[in-house]
């Protein structure tokens, strides 16, 4: 059973293109995530949502509760946003996480 | 600089070798958690901390114990390592559960 699943999982892009990565969830929850992974390992935070949109540069992240479903968007991708891009979400009974398997991005030159 | 720590970065061992992966945070954060990596299967929680002296089991505790006696520090230990615990392994923490997480660096066990 997987609470969290994201598409695609594999995304290839060129330099410019627009990008949507999407997350669906299946339990009730207190926020979703948006993590970063880059090559070597790091990951950060990009968002925290519990409801709505946020922006942040050229990433945009949207959240619909009712429909159990996010969104990742870039705009006029770089190669520097090629990463792994993971959703999470904090369910609101317990203090768990879970997470998607990740979507891993490449943007060509 | 806030962040949090953790080490060792790399560590080759044996089954059996007891082990311990530190971890520490200097943001005053309540909740701490690890976390292991594998391809295929994503990020999984292994055990979290609410706060000092409680803890509770995540999706895949089998094989780890921790401890949280300081805020700041949440070891993570491995009593007899096994090859199936081979993986990358994640230290986070944020101010309360659901918020927003900082990760470690990782650790890259390899069990042999």
């Known amino acids: 059973k997987n609470e969290v699943e994201q598409s695609p999982q594999n995304l290839t892009a060129q330099e410019g293109e627009f990008i949507t990565i999407n997350c669906s969830y299946s339990v009730g929850i207190s926020a979703l995530h948006w993590l970063q992974q880059h090559p070597g390992g790091g990951i950060v935070s990009l968002f925290m949502?519990?409801?709505g949109k946020k922006k942040h540069g050229r990433l945009i992240a949207t959240i619909n509760i009712q429909e159990k479903h996010s969104s990742l968007h870039i705009t006029a991708s770089h190669p520097r946003d090629s990463a792994v891009y993971i959703c999470?979400?904090?369910?609101?009974?317990?203090?768990?996480?879970?997470f998607g398997t990740g979507t891993s991005l490449t943007v060509i030159p | 600089e806030a962040q949090v720590t953790q080490n060792p970065r790399y560590l080759i061992t044996v089954t059996g070798k007891k082990l311990t992966v530190t971890c520490s945070q200097n943001?005053?954060?309540?909740?701490m958690s690890w976390y292991r990596q594998d391809p295929g299967l994503g990020l999984r929680q292994i055990y979290y901390?609410?706060?000092?002296?409680?803890?509770d089991k995540g999706d895949v505790p089998e094989g780890y114990k921790v401890s949280r006696k300081e805020k700041r520090n949440f070891p993570l230990i491995l009593e007899s390592p096994s090859p199936n615990q081979t993986s990358l392994y994640f230290c986070a923490s944020s101010f309360f559960s659901g918020g927003e997480q900082y990760f470690g660096p990782g650790t890259r066990l390899t069990v042999t």
């Open positions: 943001m005053n954060h309540e909740y």
């Open positions: 999470a979400v904090s369910p609101n009974t317990g203090n768990q996480f879970y």
């Open positions: 901390s609410m706060n000092v002296e409680v803890t």
């Open positions: 949502l519990s409801s």
